[in-house]
């Protein structure tokens, strides 16, 4: 407390004020005020001059420089100043003071971390916003929100003032059960439909966060709301995919180019079959060997199965009708593939222990041409071996379906062994590298596991691994 008495404004002071007057305060008492401030006297002198006047007032958070050790540093002080009054006249004025140093510091250092988390927020590569109140009225959107957004200015709005066109795309009910519930809501890769800077719609791709804020009394207060744009990576991803469905188609295309010879070896049996015993067929009813005859059609039923058989397989290889997802019989394709793989070496001894019952699902093609490309390239490792020999196992354990497909041959060169399923790794004179690449990859997307291994006897092993179905067996 201050005390500034008589016209020469004599400093009077109680103990609790040293604090502002330094470490020389003794010589201060007694002083007119205005040479002991004279430094901020043309800042404070006019409140004086109020209140001599006979008028009241606020000074808050006023800078004062005091000395401390030799130094002068800085403190606040906020003090109100009034009149005092004898016999009816302003003879004084009556300063009392509080010491706002340390609130004044701890607001500032406040309101500093405030910008620079909103220079953080501001600057943030992802896009970043929040609301505040069930309305869900927007306080802060970052230059990335606002770029996605066309560069609209959304603050002090509702998001669906400010975002009318989400409105019928159900964010508003995701950021109503965040705000109700307290749950964060998480989505990764989820089309939008924003208005661009031209004021058309425009499809998008986010990655976004939905989380609650908490006020003191920890209620939620308003939503914090982070992302990503991904559309690019969404669409490459798309691309990506697109490409790579063209590229399993084509792989088709060439095992079925490289074993097009045998293939025509394999359909044409049947069909000199056939014209042979249809001529035997027709001799016969003209010598009226009625018995004969039969037996001849029933040979060119048979063959004429044969044949088919052959020919829908490769129609079923060479599909470009890939992509859907069904349950079906492990046996069937196994045995189509095996048909149709196994024409590369017909001697080789073949050794099939497969549980008919075993269900996969996936997509049916690809599954057959992985199937086929191992069975395919075993036949190839034991051609011109004395005694070639072939071992395929498929059965469930515990966790998953697991197929192996073994042969006696000269075993994997490659170094590492894993290598082999790089893509453009061949060991054959005409290959292009790429069967075993694509029936990794194709593995992969179906949640499941492709290895190989040399046998300690010679040969080697390849090892298929696929998720179980929930009805793991066909009933």
């Known amino acids: 407390m201050f005390l500034a008495w008589g016209k020469s404004r004599t400093c009077i002071f109680n103990a609790a004020s040293v604090s502002l007057l330094g470490e020389d305060y003794e010589k201060a008492l007694g002083q007119p005020i205005h040479h002991l401030w004279a430094g901020l006297w043309s800042e404070i002198g006019t409140?004086?001059?109020?209140?001599?006047?006979?008028?009241?007032?606020?000074?808050?958070?006023?800078?004062?420089?005091?000395?401390?050790?030799?130094?002068?540093?800085?403190?606040?002080v906020t003090f109100s100043y009034s009149p005092v009054r004898e016999d009816g006249k302003v003879v004084g004025v009556l300063c009392i003071c509080s010491d706002r140093t340390d609130k004044v510091l701890l607001s500032r250092q406040i309101e500093q971390e405030r910008n620079s988390l909103y220079e953080v927020f501001e600057k943030a590569p992802g896009f970043v916003a929040m609301t505040s109140g069930p309305e869900h009225r927007f306080t802060l959107a970052n230059a990335s929100y606002r770029k996605i957004v066309g560069g609209r200015n959304v603050l002090g709005r509702t998001v669906a003032e400010a975002l009318p066109e989400i409105v019928k795309q159900g964010f508003i009910e995701v950021l109503d059960n965040v705000f109700r519930s307290g749950e964060p809501f998480v989505a990764h890769g989820i089309p939008?439909?924003?208005?661009?800077?031209?004021?058309?719609?425009?499809?998008?791709?986010?990655?976004?966060?939905?989380?609650?804020?908490?006020?003191?009394?920890?209620?939620?207060?308003?939503?914090?709301?982070?992302?990503?744009?991904?559309?690019?990576?969404?669409?490459?991803?798309?691309?990506?995919?697109?490409?790579?469905?063209?590229?399993?188609?084509?792989?088709?295309?060439?095992?079925?180019?490289?074993?097009?010879?045998?293939?025509?070896?394999?359909?044409n049996q049947p069909l000199a079959a056939i014209s042979n015993f249809t001529a035997a067929a027709l001799r016969f009813l003209a010598d009226e060997k009625l018995g004969n005859a039969a037996a001849a059609l029933k040979e060119i039923d048979a063959n004429t199965h044969r044949a088919g058989r052959t020919i829908r397989s490769l129609r079923t290889m060479?599909?470009?009708?890939?992509?859907?997802?069904?349950?079906?019989?492990?046996?069937?394709?196994?045995?189509?593939?095996?048909?149709?793989?196994?024409?590369?070496?017909?001697?080789?001894?073949?050794?099939?222990?497969?549980?008919?019952?075993i269900a996969v699902a996936g997509d049916r093609v690809q599954i057959e041409q992985v199937l086929l490309n191992l069975l395919r390239n075993a036949f190839e490792a034991v051609d011109g071996y004395q005694t070639p020999r072939i071992e395929i196992n498929a059965y469930c354990d515990s966790n998953a379906?697991?197929?192996?497909?073994?042969?006696?041959?000269?075993?994997?060169?490659?170094?590492?062994?894993?290598?082999?399923?790089?893509?453009?790794?061949?060991?054959?004179?005409?290959?292009?590298?790429?069967?075993?690449?694509?029936s990794r990859t194709i593995i992969l997307a179906h949640g499941g596991r492709l290895w190989a291994e040399n046998l300690s006897n010679g040969g080697a092993r390849f090892n298929l691994r696929l998720p179980l179905v929930a009805d793991r067996k066909l009933s």
């Open 47 to 76: 409140f004086f001059d109020e209140a001599l006047k006979g008028n009241s007032g606020l000074v808050e958070d006023l800078e004062v420089p005091v000395c401390e050790s030799g130094y002068f540093v800085r403190r606040w």
């Open 192 to 267: 939008i439909r924003l208005l661009n800077p031209t004021g058309s719609e425009e499809d998008r791709y986010i990655d976004i966060l939905y989380a609650p804020r908490f006020g003191k009394n920890g209620r939620i207060m308003g939503i914090f709301c982070e992302g990503h744009d991904v559309t690019e990576h969404v669409k490459a991803d798309k691309m990506t995919r697109v490409l790579q469905s063209e590229l399993i188609h084509a792989s088709r295309f060439t095992t079925m180019g490289n074993m097009a010879a045998t293939l025509a070896h394999e359909i």
């Open 318 to 357: 060479v599909s470009k009708k890939a992509g859907t997802i069904e349950v079906f019989e492990l046996g069937r394709i196994l045995a189509d593939a095996l048909a149709l793989a196994r024409l590369a070496s017909p001697s080789a001894s073949v050794a099939s222990n497969v549980d008919p019952s």
């Open 401 to 438: 379906i697991v197929i192996t497909v073994a042969d006696n041959g000269p075993g994997i060169q490659c170094q590492p062994i894993d290598s082999v399923f790089d893509s453009f790794v061949t060991t054959k004179a005409e290959g292009l590298g790429l069967g075993l690449f694509i």
